[in-house]
């Protein structure tokens, strides 16, 4: 098995949804994954087109949406933050 450019983490059988970790489109919607075993809520960035900057506290393995893909500038991104 090749990867590349990555951490890999062990994971409970779940759906493929469910462990993609970080941003990912579903469909045609833009979704961020805190894919964590420690408890921690982060807050979570992306930027819209028409208005700017959200962010959202995500927590544990938590899937939050946060807008169709299009209406999207930047994918949803961890601050570096604790909520």
Not at 2 to 31: E, M, N, R
Request: with cysteine.
């Amino acid at each position: 098995l090749a990867l590349s450019g990555g951490l890999v983490a062990a994971a409970t059988p779940a759906s493929a949804a469910q462990q993609t970790c970080g941003a990912y489109v579903k469909g045609t919607d833009s979704w961020y994954r805190h894919c964590t075993g420690d408890g921690s809520r982060i807050w979570v960035s992306g930027t819209f087109l028409m208005i700017g900057e959200v962010k959202h506290c995500v927590g544990p393995n938590e899937d939050k949406y946060f807008a169709p893909a299009g209406a999207m500038r930047k994918e949803p991104k961890f601050t570096g933050e604790l909520c």
